[in-house]
């Protein structure tokens, strides 16, 4: 099955590039950088269903990123709430990263983005008087749950958190480097946990999505 789904992988990604081409020029400059720098950006899969789902939920006006890397999930984002007035709240903790997403973004000539630099579990902390519609994880795997915690406080009813990578290179279900045996238990019992407290699901796209609705 694990094969199968690579195989299917590379076939989407072969049907995005040809009928998905990005809007804006600092995307794919983006993914070259990515390639060429290995930096982590989300895929090209996840980058189709994430702006699916904010394209098709008209009420996602006001978005929050935990982990904004060089921009790229950032902007995707913001494009589908320009027309609506939108904002982006996006937090990074690496100022190298910080400052290359700041050029990113201007690059892009989209509105309503504010970039914080810190540590997102001090800094959504200090975002209390703010409400999102919909929020979007992908930073330090170990600080999952308290990523979730701290900003499920800030989601609208009907809102959703879009977890990224939550299967963490595949080694929730495969065997992992001893090093990394912390992260992978506290992912796994971040899943158990939202599992039994949310309305939570787990997809199998890319890395792994993990989906919360706020009733």
């Not at 939202?194 to 787990?202: A, D």
């Amino acid at each position: 099955m694990l094969e199968e789904l690579k195989e299917v992988n590379l076939y989407i990604h072969k049907k995005i590039d040809t009928h998905k081409k990005n809007n804006l020029e600092i995307l794919n400059e983006l993914e070259l950088d990515a390639t060429k720098n290995f930096v982590p950006i989300i895929s090209k899969d996840v980058r189709e269903y994430l702006k699916f789902l904010i394209k098709t939920n008209k009420d996602i006006k006001n978005i929050l990123e935990v982990g904004t890397a060089t921009g790229y999930s950032g902007i995707v984002m913001a494009e589908e709430i320009q027309e609506r007035n939108g904002s982006l709240i996006t937090i990074e903790i690496d100022e190298e990263r910080f400052k290359k997403a700041k050029e990113s973004f201007e690059k892009s000539n989209l509105n309503g983005i504010k970039q914080i630099f810190g540590d997102a579990t001090v800094e959504i902390k200090k975002l209390e008087e703010n409400k999102f519609d919909f929020i979007f994880i992908d930073a330090a795997k170990g600080q999952y749950k308290t990523f979730f915690e701290d900003s499920y406080k800030l989601l609208n009813e009907g809102g959703i958190i879009f977890i990224d990578n939550i299967l963490f290179r595949g080694y929730m279900y495969k065997e992992f480097p001893k090093r990394y045996k912390t992260i992978v238990r506290k992912l796994d019992e971040f899943i158990d946990f939202l599992y039994e407290n949310y309305e939570f699901t787990l997809l199998p796209i890319s890395d792994g999505v993990g989906l919360v609705y706020k009733k």
